[in-house]
């Protein structure tokens, strides 16, 4: 069994920061790439930032240049570092983990159950 935790969610004024953790816990052979998703109320959840194991990231327009995603692959956890919030970034925000499990043959995709980010502005 696998579940992904996030935290470090919360409220802050615009052009403030934020730092998001997530981590993949249970029984995992690997996790081949972590992310973030958000979903603002009434919208459809949408792609944030993701990193592969190898390091490639992939980052949505709305956020390239404002935040980061790392990942420490030995302890298959992922952080978002969120700087210059502004209002339209207020969100849930969700982890998600692609991990191969013990057996080193299934793979899945597992999510958290999300964490709010607030931006007043």
């Known amino acids: 069994q696998v579940r992904v935790v996030e935290s470090g969610g919360g409220l802050v004024q615009a052009g403030g920061s934020l730092r998001l953790s997530c981590a993949a816990i249970?029984?995992?052979?690997?996790?081949?790439?972590m992310g973030w998703y958000r979903q603002a109320t009434g919208k459809q959840r949408e792609l944030v930032a993701t990193k592969s194991r190898s390091g490639t990231t992939n980052y949505a327009d709305s956020v390239r240049d404002r935040f980061t995603i790392s990942t420490d692959n030995a302890k298959n956890t992922a952080f978002l570092q969120m700087n210059s919030l502004k209002s339209e970034d207020t969100a849930i925000y969700f982890c998600?983990?692609?991990?191969?499990?013990?057996?080193?043959?299934?793979?899945?995709?597992?999510w958290g159950q999300g964490t709010q980010v607030a931006v007043s502005s």
């Open positions: 249970g029984s995992i052979f690997r996790c081949n790439a």
């Open positions: 998600n983990a692609v991990c191969t499990i013990r057996d080193g043959i299934v793979t899945n995709t597992y």
